[in-house]
């Protein structure tokens, strides 16, 4: 009775991972989309409003309750300080430190830390050409993973079902 309830466990724990890591594709689309929503909002505020980087990432993080609203309200906060580190420095740590928990993957974040690498010290018409192109990459991207989504998905429920049965054979 106690092998029977204990292959169940294991079966649903397999099943479980599974299902969890096809989750985590649909969550990495949504973060992307998030950040492209978060870049459009740096364009207008660099285009249109002609606003100071640290003030346009607080009034975008104020619009954004998530990590990028954080991520950005960090990297405003630290620009303040008027230390010696550059909008790049800045950038980067924070995007290191606060988006490591999401979804994202490690190529995603060193696109973030790029962009943040070229604003600031470039001229207005440059940063909307930086701007411009990093919106295209994601977009590139998040068509890509869109168009792949169904499948992994599929691939890592099965592979979690067939992990649980395999596990419970050999085990058994």
């Excluded at 309200?73 to 580190?85: F, G, I, T």
């Amino acid at each position: 009775m106690l092998k029977i309830a204990g292959a169940i466990m294991i079966f649903i724990a397999c099943v479980g991972i599974g299902y969890g890591k096809g989750r985590e594709y649909k969550q990495r689309i949504r973060q992307l989309l998030l950040e492209k929503r978060m870049v459009c909002m740096l364009r207008g505020e660099i285009q249109y409003a002609f606003t100071p980087l640290p003030d346009a990432f607080l009034q975008i993080a104020g619009r954004m309750d998530n990590l990028y609203g954080v991520f950005l309200k960090e990297v405003s906060v630290e620009l303040k300080k008027q230390d010696a580190r550059t909008l790049g420095q800045v950038w980067e740590e924070k995007a290191k430190e606060i988006l490591k928990e999401s979804a994202l993957t490690k190529e995603d974040i060193k696109q973030l830390q790029a962009l943040g690498g070229q604003l600031g010290y470039l001229d207005t018409q440059m940063q909307l050409s930086t701007i411009e192109m990093h919106l295209e990459q994601l977009e590139n991207k998040i068509m890509s993973l869109e168009q792949e989504q169904g499948k992994r998905s599929r691939v890592c429920r099965c592979l979690g079902v067939f992990a649980g049965v395999m596990l419970n054979l050999i085990l058994l």
